[in-house]
């Protein structure tokens, strides 16, 4: 009876360790209706072996295209040295598709500007022959009222050498450029002597190291400005009035950045 109680209950404590069982590795042993041998203990699981493995990501678009130019420029070198019509055609046929993959992106470059016109550059500087007409009255009337407004904050300054070969080729081109424009120029020499178109030019006298030009490269053409007292630059060597024009214009009217 006691045996019956005994199997009735084995199975819900089987694989445990009874004290009835003797040590282990000992001939103790009760028969088949117990269950005596020491259960496996349960390894735990590390954080890490828990975590979900993922598979390995695929290479990067920049990977990609490596791999492409690696596998067109070995197929290349293959053909070169070993000119054979396989080799020929298998480099030709990498080369097709590489320049196919460039006109979708191409195509699809253009079909994006199109439709996006911030990122369409050309409502900036147009490229077509008749908005960049357009593009060039309206610039020039922006040039020419900026200029026109010059003398109410700024000032310019003409740097000149009675022997400079390209102060007397510049002189008498600013002096048009002055007049034309309405513009007030103070015509400095360097050496004290008159300056070609500039009979009124007045000496150094410490000016250019005032406006920080010592040793410039002459002819010199500056633009101060009477609110910050800042010294702007404008050009150096001889330049043609349109280029000077333009250059006054960047300085005075537009933002850095702003023009490109």
Same mark, same amino acid.
């Given at each position: 009876?006691?045996?019956?109680?005994?199997?009735?209950a084995?199975?819900a404590?089987?694989?445990?360790?009874?004290?009835?069982?003797g040590?282990?590795?000992?001939?103790?042993?009760l028969?088949?209706?117990f269950y005596?041998?020491r259960?496996a203990p349960v390894?735990?699981?590390?954080?890490?072996?828990?975590?979900?493995?993922?598979?390995p990501?695929?290479?990067?678009?920049?990977?990609?295209?490596?791999?492409?130019r /690696? /596998?067109?420029?070995e197929?290349?070198?293959t053909a070169i040295?070993?000119?054979t019509p396989?080799?020929v055609a298998?480099y030709?046929h990498? /080369?097709?598709?590489?320049l196919?993959?460039?006109?979708t992106?191409?195509?699809?470059?253009?079909?994006?500007v199109w439709?996006t016109?911030?990122?369409d550059?050309?409502l900036?500087?147009?490229a077509?022959?008749l908005a960049?007409q357009?593009w060039?009255?309206?610039r020039?009337?922006?040039?020419q009222?900026a200029?026109?407004n010059l003398?109410e904050?700024?000032?310019l300054?003409y740097?000149?050498?009675?022997h400079?070969?390209?102060?007397?080729?510049f002189?008498p081109?600013?002096?048009?450029f002055?007049l034309?424009?309405g513009?007030?120029?103070l015509?400095v020499s360097m050496?004290?002597?008159?300056?070609e178109?500039w009979p009124e030019a007045v000496?150094?006298?410490?000016?250019?190291?005032q406006?920080?030009?010592?040793?410039a490269p002459?002819?010199?053409?500056?633009?101060f400005?009477?609110?910050?007292?800042?010294v702007l630059p404008?050009a150096?060597g001889?330049v043609?009035e349109? /280029?000077?024009a333009?250059?006054?214009?960047?300085l005075?009217?537009?933002?850095?950045?702003?023009?490109?």
């Open positions: 009876m006691a045996i019956g109680l005994v199997v009735a084995a199975p404590v089987a694989r445990e360790w009874h004290p009835w069982c040590e282990p590795g000992s001939d103790a042993s028969g088949w209706h005596c041998d259960a390894k735990p699981v590390e954080s890490s072996e828990a975590e979900t493995v993922l598979p990501a695929g290479p990067s678009a920049t990977e990609e295209i490596a791999r492409m /690696q /596998q067109l420029e197929s290349r070198a040295l070993q000119p396989e080799n298998a030709l990498l /080369q097709q598709a590489s196919q993959r460039a006109s992106f191409s195509d699809v470059f253009r079909r994006v439709s016109p911030e990122l550059y050309t900036t500087r147009p077509g022959a960049k357009l060039s009255d309206n020039l009337a922006a040039v009222s200029l026109a003398g904050r700024y000032g300054i740097l000149g050498d009675s400079c070969a390209g102060c007397r080729v002189g081109l600013l002096r048009a002055a034309r424009h513009l007030d120029v015509a050496t004290g002597e008159a300056l178109g000496p150094d006298n410490g000016r250019a190291a406006l920080g030009l010592v040793g002459l002819p010199a053409v500056v633009l400005d009477t609110e910050t007292g800042e404008v150096f001889v043609a349109d /280029q000077l333009e250059r006054i214009y960047a005075t009217a537009l933002e850095v950045g702003n023009d490109y």
